[in-house]
């Protein structure tokens, strides 16, 4: 995913639907990242200590919290990235479940595995937490990805130290807030505005053992050099431009509308979105044609009004002006547009946009377009579509849809991504594993998996 517009300028709330600086923070010093990285040790060998029964009634305190404050939640990012109310509302009850489902199940995923030995004794392998982890976190959804890595992380015994993007700053001290408030101890989750320079200093540390990056594969490659280089693990989430390919459909008004409510969702900015549509040829026309409707119908709002045709702003500025550079290389070199007219007034307002006539020669076959574009390829058959599909250097998600399930369970078998779905968008739950493959990283966030990132899975061995 794209981190376009987010480090320009600093820690601040700029509101995308005015174009407004509202507040500014200040980087931390280094002395408050030796603080930090002070705090997150000596916390980790009282927190590893408790049960993890009692990490984990804690963590449902957090879940609590997130639920019982989530209209609050949302108007923070309205104002800071401009998601759409609703969808911020969503975004808080996800996490709620996330905490829930890591402080309810995290003890069962941890508990001792015994392995079958052939020599007596017995072996078991034990699952223990490594000490502080560095997550850097990205401003799409600035709860969600922060749930999905500390609240397995925290019932596990691990300590955390969280870099958020330069443009949340006042969601990250919420999460902080909610986490001294549930009975966190201090040290355990610790929210620093930390530079560039200052997060290698943070990765070189010997006491962090771990780092997990959600955002660009530039970010993501300079994080996991630093990384290799003091032999840290890491977990990434980088970009995606996900397969959507649609082979029949009964119904082809409620397929368009499927297709353009998943690509539309957070205004487009979503890693594992349906960013190519690959549509059969006998329907694509009409399909086009669907999509096309929706995009001139679309007005803008503010994100208390987004919703069923009404549009929010991308997170910033710079996003909207990078995502309209993709779309004019794109018309010059021969693909059709409708809609993505970027606001004359400052504001971060795209409209909805239907790209179509992309070719392998193109720049945007192979970039991600990461804001509320619906890019659609046109197939004559199961083998074209399948090539074209795994045709990217991404490999996050996917999805084919078909009226035979069969049909469409053969192709989805052989798509090169980490999260293959048939005939929904996107299997999603806190119970759902989340992670991709290619360059769209490593690691998985989410279900079981993602408990078995950041931790030692200890031999533990008894002679008879």
């Not at 401003?139 to 949340?168: D, M, S």
């Not at 909610?178 to 560039?196: C, D, Q, R, S, W």
């Not at 710079?318 to 693909?335: I, M, S, T, Y």
């Not at 078998?413 to 990283?441: C, D, H, W, Y």
Request: glycine residues 10%.
């Amino acid at each position: 995913m794209s981190n376009v517009g987010s480090a320009a300028g600093g820690y601040r709330v700029e509101n995308p639907a005015t174009g407004e600086i509202i507040e500014r923070f200040d980087n931390a010093t280094d002395e408050e990242v030796g603080q930090v990285l002070d705090a997150a040790d000596k916390a980790f060998a009282s927190w590893r200590e408790k049960t993890i029964e009692e990490r984990a009634a804690i963590v449902n305190k957090v879940a609590d919290l997130f639920g019982e404050r989530k209209q609050e939640l949302a108007e923070i990012i309205a104002e800071e990235m401009g998601k759409p109310i609703a969808e911020g509302i969503e975004e808080a009850e996800f996490c709620e479940a996330i905490f829930n489902y890591y402080a309810d199940n995290g003890p069962d995923f941890a508990k001792d595995e015994e392995i079958k030995t052939f020599s007596g004794g017995k072996a078991f392998i034990q699952r223990r937490p490594i000490g502080p982890l560095l997550g850097i976190m990205p401003w799409n959804f600035p709860y969600y990805q922060v749930a999905r890595f500390a609240a397995p992380n925290l019932v596990l015994g691990n300590t955390i130290i969280l870099k958020h993007a330069e443009i949340c700053p006042r969601s990250a001290r919420a999460i902080a807030d909610i986490m001294k408030e549930a009975g966190i101890p201090e040290g355990v989750y610790n929210n620093i505005f930390a530079t560039h320079e200052q997060i290698e200093t943070i990765i070189a540390d010997p006491r962090v053992q771990g780092v997990s990056l959600t955002g660009s594969e530039r970010a993501g490659s300079a994080v996991a050099a630093q990384a290799g280089k003091h032999l840290k693990k890491c977990v990434l989430e980088l970009g995606g431009s996900d397969p959507y390919i649609v082979l029949d459909t009964e119904n082809l008004e409620e397929a368009v509308e499927t297709a353009w409510g998943t690509r539309m969702y957070n205004t487009g900015q979503a890693c594992n979105s349906n960013k190519r549509m690959i549509v059969m040829e006998d329907i694509y026309d009409d399909f086009v044609a669907g999509l096309t409707k929706r995009a001139q119908e679309a007005k803008p709002g503010k994100p208390e009004e987004a919703g069923e045709g009404v549009y929010a702003p991308l997170s910033s500025r710079g996003a909207a002006e990078g995502l309209r550079k993709q779309l004019e290389r794109a018309v010059e070199q021969g693909a059709h547009l409708v809609g993505g007219e970027l606001a004359d007034d400052g504001t971060a307002y795209l409209s909805p946009a239907v790209l179509t006539g992309v070719t392998s020669e193109m720049d945007a076959y192979r970039e991600e377009l990461f804001g509320p574009v619906a890019t659609v390829y046109k197939v004559s058959s199961e083998d074209e579509a399948l090539k074209l599909a795994n045709d990217t250097t991404f490999g996050l998600g996917g999805a084919v849809f078909s009226t035979d399930k069969a049909r469409a369970e053969k192709l989805a078998q052989q798509l090169e991504v980490g999260m293959s779905n048939v005939n929904t968008p996107a299997g999603e739950g806190a119970e759902i594993p989340f992670g991709g493959t290619k360059r769209s990283g490593f690691g998985r966030e989410l279900g079981p998996y993602g408990m078995d990132e950041f931790v030692n899975k200890r031999m533990y061995y008894i002679a008879d």
